[in-house]
Protein backbone atom coordinates (compact mmCIF):
# COMPACT_ATOMS: atom_id res chain seq x y z
CA UNK A 1 0.00 0.00 0.00
CA UNK A 2 1.36 3.08 -0.61
CA UNK A 3 1.63 5.68 2.58
CA UNK A 4 0.63 9.47 1.34
CA UNK A 5 2.12 11.85 3.92
CA UNK A 6 0.64 15.23 4.97
CA UNK A 7 3.30 17.15 2.89
CA UNK A 8 1.82 14.65 -0.34
CA UNK A 9 5.01 12.42 -0.29
CA UNK A 10 5.00 8.97 -1.10
CA UNK A 11 6.24 6.12 0.75
CA UNK A 12 7.09 2.78 -0.42
CA UNK A 13 4.16 0.35 -1.89
CA UNK A 14 4.30 -3.46 -0.33
CA UNK A 15 3.46 -6.12 -3.30
CA UNK A 16 0.28 -6.86 -1.46
CA UNK A 17 -1.54 -4.80 -4.18
CA UNK A 18 0.33 -6.40 -6.73
CA UNK A 19 -1.44 -6.74 -9.77
CA UNK A 20 -3.19 -9.97 -10.56
CA UNK A 21 -6.09 -9.04 -12.74
CA UNK A 22 -6.95 -6.46 -15.68
CA UNK A 23 -10.09 -4.76 -15.23
CA UNK A 24 -11.77 -3.63 -18.29
CA UNK A 25 -10.60 -0.74 -20.02
CA UNK A 26 -11.21 2.04 -22.45
CA UNK A 27 -9.53 0.80 -26.12
CA UNK A 28 -5.92 2.20 -26.10
CA UNK A 29 -6.51 1.89 -30.00
CA UNK A 30 -8.97 4.89 -29.74
CA UNK A 31 -8.40 8.01 -32.78
CA UNK A 32 -7.72 10.64 -30.73
CA UNK A 33 -8.02 12.59 -33.88
CA UNK A 34 -11.97 11.80 -34.00
CA UNK A 35 -11.98 14.18 -31.29
CA UNK A 36 -10.32 16.95 -32.81
CA UNK A 37 -13.79 19.06 -34.26
CA UNK A 38 -12.70 21.27 -36.69
CA UNK A 39 -8.70 21.20 -36.24
CA UNK A 40 -8.42 22.94 -33.30
CA UNK A 41 -4.99 23.42 -31.67
CA UNK A 42 -4.49 21.52 -28.38
CA UNK A 43 -4.80 23.89 -26.10
CA UNK A 44 -2.53 22.59 -22.87
CA UNK A 45 0.87 23.90 -21.67
CA UNK A 46 2.25 20.51 -23.67
CA UNK A 47 1.10 21.80 -27.02
CA UNK A 48 -0.44 18.09 -27.73
CA UNK A 49 -2.90 15.94 -26.42
CA UNK A 50 -2.05 13.58 -23.26
CA UNK A 51 -3.45 10.76 -21.94
CA UNK A 52 -4.53 9.84 -18.61
CA UNK A 53 -4.42 6.29 -17.13
CA UNK A 54 -4.50 4.24 -14.19
CA UNK A 55 -3.51 1.41 -13.45
CA UNK A 56 -4.75 -1.05 -10.32
CA UNK A 57 -5.29 1.87 -8.44
CA UNK A 58 -6.75 1.44 -5.04
CA UNK A 59 -7.84 3.98 -2.20
CA UNK A 60 -8.58 3.66 1.41
CA UNK A 61 -9.33 6.31 3.57
CA UNK A 62 -7.72 4.61 7.02
CA UNK A 63 -9.06 1.42 7.14
CA UNK A 64 -11.51 2.02 4.78
CA UNK A 65 -10.82 0.63 1.14
CA UNK A 66 -12.91 2.70 -1.20
CA UNK A 67 -11.45 1.58 -4.58
CA UNK A 68 -10.12 -1.61 -5.88
CA UNK A 69 -7.78 -1.91 -8.61
CA UNK A 70 -9.53 0.45 -10.56
CA UNK A 71 -7.48 0.17 -14.39
CA UNK A 72 -8.75 2.57 -16.89
CA UNK A 73 -7.46 4.88 -20.08
CA UNK A 74 -8.67 7.94 -20.77
CA UNK A 75 -8.24 9.10 -24.09
CA UNK A 76 -6.20 11.82 -25.79
CA UNK A 77 -8.86 14.53 -26.54
CA UNK A 78 -11.95 12.58 -25.63
CA UNK A 79 -14.39 13.03 -22.96
CA UNK A 80 -14.39 10.23 -20.38
CA UNK A 81 -17.58 10.06 -18.10
CA UNK A 82 -17.19 8.36 -14.79
CA UNK A 83 -20.65 6.84 -13.58
CA UNK A 84 -22.40 4.87 -11.13
CA UNK A 85 -24.23 4.96 -7.98
CA UNK A 86 -23.58 7.28 -4.72
CA UNK A 87 -20.85 6.42 -2.96
CA UNK A 88 -18.91 4.05 -5.15
CA UNK A 89 -15.61 5.94 -5.46
CA UNK A 90 -16.18 8.10 -8.36
CA UNK A 91 -15.22 11.30 -6.44
CA UNK A 92 -12.19 9.37 -4.70
CA UNK A 93 -10.95 8.44 -8.38
CA UNK A 94 -11.04 11.84 -9.92
CA UNK A 95 -9.06 13.28 -6.76
CA UNK A 96 -6.28 10.73 -7.16
CA UNK A 97 -5.82 11.49 -10.81
CA UNK A 98 -4.67 15.13 -9.79
CA UNK A 99 -3.40 14.41 -6.26
CA UNK A 100 -6.21 16.11 -4.10
CA UNK A 101 -6.95 12.27 -2.85
CA UNK A 102 -3.88 13.01 -0.18
CA UNK A 103 -4.90 16.36 1.06
CA UNK A 104 -7.05 14.14 3.45
CA UNK A 105 -5.26 12.88 6.00
CA UNK A 106 -6.05 9.39 6.54
CA UNK A 107 -6.24 8.74 2.63
CA UNK A 108 -4.15 6.12 0.78
CA UNK A 109 -3.83 4.57 -2.32
CA UNK A 110 -1.84 1.81 -4.07
CA UNK A 111 -1.17 1.52 -8.16
CA UNK A 112 0.09 3.93 -10.91
CA UNK A 113 -1.16 6.82 -12.65
CA UNK A 114 0.35 7.46 -15.59
CA UNK A 115 -0.06 11.17 -17.21
CA UNK A 116 1.38 10.65 -20.71
CA UNK A 117 3.11 7.73 -19.64
CA UNK A 118 4.26 9.31 -16.35
CA UNK A 119 3.25 8.13 -12.73
CA UNK A 120 2.32 11.25 -10.91
CA UNK A 121 2.90 9.85 -7.70
CA UNK A 122 6.54 9.21 -8.57
CA UNK A 123 8.94 10.11 -6.42
CA UNK A 124 10.26 13.74 -6.14
CA UNK A 125 6.92 14.94 -8.08
CA UNK A 126 5.25 17.76 -6.91
CA UNK A 127 1.48 17.92 -6.69
CA UNK A 128 1.48 21.54 -7.54
CA UNK A 129 2.94 20.62 -10.82
CA UNK A 130 0.60 17.85 -11.49
CA UNK A 131 -2.70 19.91 -10.62
CA UNK A 132 -1.21 22.57 -12.81
CA UNK A 133 -1.21 20.11 -15.92
CA UNK A 134 -4.30 18.18 -14.56
CA UNK A 135 -7.19 20.93 -13.76
CA UNK A 136 -10.46 20.57 -11.00
CA UNK A 137 -13.63 21.56 -11.54
CA UNK A 138 -16.08 21.02 -8.64
CA UNK A 139 -19.95 20.77 -8.03
CA UNK A 140 -20.36 23.99 -7.08
CA UNK A 141 -19.17 27.09 -8.62
CA UNK A 142 -16.75 28.54 -6.36
CA UNK A 143 -15.17 31.80 -8.67
CA UNK A 144 -14.14 34.45 -5.81
CA UNK A 145 -16.78 36.41 -5.52
CA UNK A 146 -15.67 39.32 -4.35
CA UNK A 147 -12.64 39.80 -7.35
CA UNK A 148 -13.48 40.79 -10.63
CA UNK A 149 -14.10 38.55 -13.68
CA UNK A 150 -10.77 38.94 -14.63
CA UNK A 151 -8.77 38.80 -11.83
CA UNK A 152 -11.09 35.57 -11.00
CA UNK A 153 -9.35 33.75 -14.54
CA UNK A 154 -5.71 35.42 -13.66
CA UNK A 155 -6.06 33.77 -10.34
CA UNK A 156 -5.77 30.52 -11.68
CA UNK A 157 -1.94 31.60 -12.54
CA UNK A 158 -1.16 32.29 -9.26
CA UNK A 159 -2.39 29.68 -7.61
CA UNK A 160 -0.48 27.61 -9.50
CA UNK A 161 2.26 29.70 -9.64
CA UNK A 162 2.44 30.39 -13.37
CA UNK A 163 4.29 34.33 -13.97
CA UNK A 164 2.74 35.72 -16.98
CA UNK A 165 3.52 39.71 -17.94
CA UNK A 166 0.41 41.82 -18.65
CA UNK A 167 -0.16 41.31 -22.04
CA UNK A 168 0.27 37.32 -21.60
CA UNK A 169 -2.35 38.03 -18.97
CA UNK A 170 -4.77 39.56 -21.30
CA UNK A 171 -4.37 37.12 -23.74
CA UNK A 172 -5.12 34.22 -21.32
CA UNK A 173 -7.94 35.84 -19.96
CA UNK A 174 -9.61 36.36 -23.65
CA UNK A 175 -8.42 33.16 -24.27
CA UNK A 176 -9.52 31.49 -21.61
CA UNK A 177 -13.03 32.86 -21.42
CA UNK A 178 -13.95 32.27 -25.18
CA UNK A 179 -12.45 28.52 -24.58
CA UNK A 180 -15.06 28.53 -21.40
CA UNK A 181 -17.56 29.53 -24.19
CA UNK A 182 -18.08 33.10 -21.86
CA UNK A 183 -16.20 35.75 -23.46
CA UNK A 184 -18.95 37.17 -25.25
CA UNK A 185 -20.90 38.00 -22.15
CA UNK A 186 -18.51 39.45 -19.71
CA UNK A 187 -16.02 41.60 -22.39
CA UNK A 188 -17.53 44.51 -21.76
CA UNK A 189 -17.51 43.97 -17.83
CA UNK A 190 -14.52 42.30 -17.08
CA UNK A 191 -14.21 44.38 -13.86
CA UNK A 192 -17.36 43.42 -12.67
CA UNK A 193 -17.19 40.86 -9.55
CA UNK A 194 -17.90 37.30 -10.82
CA UNK A 195 -19.94 37.37 -7.94
CA UNK A 196 -22.50 39.10 -9.96
CA UNK A 197 -22.59 36.44 -12.43
CA UNK A 198 -25.44 33.72 -12.56
CA UNK A 199 -24.94 30.18 -11.28
CA UNK A 200 -24.11 29.02 -15.01
CA UNK A 201 -21.75 31.84 -15.98
CA UNK A 202 -19.58 31.13 -12.54
CA UNK A 203 -19.10 27.82 -13.28
CA UNK A 204 -17.92 28.23 -16.63
CA UNK A 205 -15.89 31.50 -15.36
CA UNK A 206 -14.59 28.66 -12.72
CA UNK A 207 -13.73 26.73 -16.28
CA UNK A 208 -11.98 29.49 -17.66
CA UNK A 209 -9.48 29.93 -14.24
CA UNK A 210 -8.77 26.50 -14.68
CA UNK A 211 -8.16 26.88 -18.40
CA UNK A 212 -5.63 29.98 -17.95
CA UNK A 213 -3.24 27.55 -16.49
CA UNK A 214 -3.36 25.62 -20.22
CA UNK A 215 -3.94 21.99 -18.47
CA UNK A 216 -3.46 19.49 -20.49
CA UNK A 217 -6.48 17.52 -18.38
CA UNK A 218 -9.65 18.64 -16.97
CA UNK A 219 -11.22 16.58 -14.15
CA UNK A 220 -15.16 17.71 -13.88
CA UNK A 221 -16.75 16.51 -10.75
CA UNK A 222 -20.89 16.85 -11.33
CA UNK A 223 -20.37 19.99 -12.63
CA UNK A 224 -24.22 20.80 -13.46
CA UNK A 225 -25.39 19.22 -10.72
CA UNK A 226 -25.99 22.75 -9.18
CA UNK A 227 -27.13 24.59 -12.47
CA UNK A 228 -30.68 24.61 -14.09
CA UNK A 229 -31.58 23.05 -17.11
CA UNK A 230 -30.11 25.83 -19.48
CA UNK A 231 -27.07 26.38 -17.65
CA UNK A 232 -26.32 22.60 -17.86
CA UNK A 233 -26.68 22.87 -21.57
CA UNK A 234 -24.21 26.06 -21.71
CA UNK A 235 -21.86 23.84 -19.96
CA UNK A 236 -22.37 20.89 -21.75
CA UNK A 237 -21.63 23.03 -25.35
CA UNK A 238 -18.65 24.18 -23.36
CA UNK A 239 -17.45 20.67 -22.82
CA UNK A 240 -18.02 19.57 -26.43
CA UNK A 241 -16.30 22.95 -27.73
CA UNK A 242 -13.60 21.83 -25.32
CA UNK A 243 -13.14 18.20 -27.20
CA UNK A 244 -10.32 17.88 -29.27
CA UNK A 245 -8.01 20.69 -27.23
CA UNK A 246 -7.53 19.00 -24.18
CA UNK A 247 -8.50 15.49 -21.91
CA UNK A 248 -11.42 15.18 -19.95
CA UNK A 249 -12.41 13.33 -17.32
CA UNK A 250 -16.25 14.04 -15.56
CA UNK A 251 -18.30 12.55 -13.07
CA UNK A 252 -21.97 12.76 -13.19
CA UNK A 253 -25.06 11.02 -12.25
CA UNK A 254 -26.93 12.13 -15.24
CA UNK A 255 -27.33 9.57 -17.47
CA UNK A 256 -28.44 11.50 -20.65
CA UNK A 257 -25.88 14.46 -19.78
CA UNK A 258 -22.78 10.75 -19.91
CA UNK A 259 -24.77 10.28 -23.08
CA UNK A 260 -24.27 13.78 -24.72
CA UNK A 261 -21.33 14.52 -23.79
CA UNK A 262 -18.69 11.38 -23.51
CA UNK A 263 -17.31 9.51 -26.13
CA UNK A 264 -16.15 6.72 -23.42
CA UNK A 265 -17.95 5.96 -20.01
CA UNK A 266 -16.77 4.03 -17.24
CA UNK A 267 -18.96 2.15 -14.77
CA UNK A 268 -17.98 1.96 -11.22
CA UNK A 269 -20.06 0.00 -8.41
CA UNK A 270 -19.43 -0.57 -5.09
CA UNK A 271 -21.53 -2.86 -2.80
CA UNK A 272 -21.80 -2.41 1.43
CA UNK A 273 -19.08 -5.14 1.78
CA UNK A 274 -16.83 -4.65 -1.25
CA UNK A 275 -14.94 -0.98 -2.69
CA UNK A 276 -15.38 0.73 -5.60
CA UNK A 277 -14.47 -1.46 -9.06
CA UNK A 278 -15.07 -0.54 -12.51
CA UNK A 279 -17.73 -3.18 -14.29
CA UNK A 280 -17.27 -1.83 -17.74
CA UNK A 281 -15.47 0.74 -19.95
CA UNK A 282 -15.51 1.40 -23.27
CA UNK A 283 -17.34 3.85 -25.68
CA UNK A 284 -20.08 5.36 -24.05
CA UNK A 285 -22.57 4.02 -27.04
CA UNK A 286 -21.74 0.85 -26.50
CA UNK A 287 -22.61 0.69 -22.59
CA UNK A 288 -25.69 2.78 -23.48
CA UNK A 289 -26.64 0.70 -26.47
CA UNK A 290 -24.78 -2.82 -26.15
CA UNK A 291 -23.73 -3.03 -22.28
CA UNK A 292 -21.58 -6.16 -21.78
CA UNK A 293 -22.56 -6.60 -18.30
CA UNK A 294 -25.89 -6.77 -16.78
CA UNK A 295 -25.16 -4.64 -14.03
CA UNK A 296 -24.29 -2.16 -15.96
CA UNK A 297 -28.04 -1.92 -18.32
CA UNK A 298 -29.64 -2.33 -14.93
CA UNK A 299 -27.80 1.22 -14.16
CA UNK A 300 -28.07 3.42 -17.52
CA UNK A 301 -31.43 2.24 -17.76
CA UNK A 302 -32.09 3.70 -14.18
CA UNK A 303 -33.16 0.60 -12.97
CA UNK A 304 -31.09 0.56 -9.57
CA UNK A 305 -29.11 3.42 -8.34
N1 LIG B 1 -12.82 12.55 3.23
C1 LIG B 1 -13.29 11.31 3.43
N2 LIG B 1 -13.05 10.65 4.57
C2 LIG B 1 -13.52 9.40 4.79
N3 LIG B 1 -14.27 8.72 3.89
C3 LIG B 1 -14.56 9.33 2.72
C4 LIG B 1 -14.09 10.65 2.44
N4 LIG B 1 -14.53 11.00 1.20
C5 LIG B 1 -15.24 9.94 0.74
N5 LIG B 1 -15.26 8.93 1.67
C6 LIG B 1 -15.92 7.63 1.51
O1 LIG B 1 -15.42 7.02 0.35
C7 LIG B 1 -16.45 6.32 -0.35
C8 LIG B 1 -16.49 6.82 -1.78
O2 LIG B 1 -16.93 8.19 -1.76
P1 LIG B 1 -16.95 9.08 -3.08
O3 LIG B 1 -17.37 10.45 -2.69
O4 LIG B 1 -15.67 8.92 -3.81
O5 LIG B 1 -18.11 8.34 -3.91
P2 LIG B 1 -18.93 8.90 -5.15
O6 LIG B 1 -19.17 7.74 -6.05
O7 LIG B 1 -18.24 10.07 -5.74
O8 LIG B 1 -20.28 9.36 -4.45
P3 LIG B 1 -21.31 10.53 -4.89
O9 LIG B 1 -21.81 10.12 -6.25
O10 LIG B 1 -22.37 10.47 -3.84
O11 LIG B 1 -20.56 11.82 -4.90
C9 LIG B 1 -17.72 6.55 0.44
O12 LIG B 1 -17.94 5.43 1.29
C10 LIG B 1 -17.42 7.78 1.26
O13 LIG B 1 -18.14 7.77 2.48
Known sequence: MTEIDEHGGVATASSADAPT??????????????????????????????????QDLSAWFGDHKVLERVSLSMAPGEVTALIGPSGCGKSTYLRILNRMHEM????????????DGDDIYAPGRRPADVRARVGMVFQRPNPFPAMSIYDNVVSGLKLAGIKAGRARREELVETSLTQAGLWAEVRNRL?????????????????ARSLAVEPDVLLMDEPCSALD??????VEETIADLRGRLTIVIVTHNMQQAARVS??????????????????????????EDPRDERTSDYVNGRFG
Open 191 to 207: RSPGGALSGGQQQRLCI
Open 263 to 288: QNCAFFLATHDTPGRIVEAGPTRQLF
Open 229 to 234: PTSTRR
Open 21 to 54: QQLPAVAPDQDPAAGAGSGVAAAGRSGRLVGLQT
Open 104 to 115: VKSAQLAGRVLL
